[in-house]
């Protein structure tokens, strides 16, 4: 069935938590990419991301930025495009309908989901997702002159009890809510 790998792994999203270290590379035609890494937990449209000196989560209503050199967390309701921007998984969710999609096992055993918009409008011009085991293991966005990869190593669904609130002792808070 067409779209069945996309479906089963945005339901599997929905309701259950997916944990893993990421590895972030944003190239631009004329710069050398530049790779951050980190972590990702995420459990419906909330999550957890932490990467170099920057911590960034999503309760469902606050989205939390945490700026380490500079001590700082700003508290802001983000629009869904803002959310989209931050979390692949839920771009390719809300893109899903303006796309033609298109679903191919690969020689390795993996599933690559490609979506490719039909308006020629929009920012995103493809994005790719792989997966193995209804888990995602890389996520490709081509967008005007830039790709953004992440690499999920290690991803895995947890019963683990996450907060998805951040609390920083001491920070300035910078409340734009």
Do not use: W
């Not at 972030?24 to 710069?31: D, E, G, N, P, W």
């Not at 790779?35 to 170099?52: A, C, D, I, P, W």
């Not at 802001?76 to 096992?105: F, G, H, K, W, Y």
């Amino acid at each position: 069935m067409l779209l069945s790998a996309l479906t089963t792994l945005l339901t599997l999203l929905a309701t259950s938590t997916l944990k893993s270290d990421i590895s972030l590379t944003v190239a631009a035609s004329a710069t050398q990419p530049i790779t951050y890494r980190g972590s990702f937990v995420m459990q419906g449209e909330k999550f957890n991301l932490s990467l170099s000196s920057y911590e960034a989560a999503y309760d469902g209503q606050t989205f939390y930025l945490y700026n380490e050199d500079a001590d700082e967390l700003t508290l802001s309701t983000p629009t869904q495009e803002e959310l989209t921007e931050v979390n692949p998984l839920l771009a390719a969710r809300a893109i899903m309908d303006a796309c033609n999609i298109t679903e191919r096992t690969c020689e390795d055993g993996s599933m690559l989901t490609t979506l490719t918009p039909r308006n020629s409008g929009m920012d995103l011009q493809k994005l790719t997702l792989r997966q193995r085991d209804q888990l995602p293991t890389e996520i490709v966005m081509k967008q005007n002159n830039q790709t953004i990869t992440l690499r999920l190593q290690n991803p895995q669904y947890t019963t683990d009890s996450t907060s998805f609130i951040l609390h920083k002792e001491g920070a300035y808070i910078n409340d734009m809510r």
